[in-house]
Each structure stands twice: as C-alpha cells, then as structure tokens.
C-alpha cells in the first residue's frame, strides 16, 4: 500500500472542509447582505421618531 493510497482520504476531507467553510462564509454574507436594507429601515425610522419627538417637545416648551 503507497503513502498515496492511504493519504487520500486526508485530502478529500481537507477539500470537504474547505468546502463548508466557503459555503458558510457566503451564506452568512448572504444573511447579512439581506439584514441590511431592514437595518436601514428601522435606524430611519428610530432617527425620525426621535426627530419628531424632539420638534414636539420644542414647540410644547415654547
């Protein structure tokens, strides 16, 4: 039996596993590329409350 021979299992599982390493990068970019536009729409909103709350405020103080 070759050095080869009883090797090639290493290799295929080295390859597996850089395999689901690049499949979870992409799929955990994928979520956050997705994530974004909702994180976007909730700051906007937060900020705008916020803005609206304050205009309030200064108008009821005046």
């Not at 597996?16 to 994180?39: D, E, S």
Request: proline letters at 3%.
């Amino acid at each position: 039996m070759s050095i080869e021979a009883t090797l090639w299992p290493l290799g295929i599982g080295i390859w597996l596993a850089v395999l689901v390493l690049l499949v979870g990068l992409a799929l955990f970019v994928a979520i956050l590329i997705l994530a974004l536009p909702f994180c976007a729409i909730i700051g906007i909103h937060r900020a705008r409350s916020q803005f609206l709350a304050e205009r309030e405020a200064r108008f009821r103080s005046e």
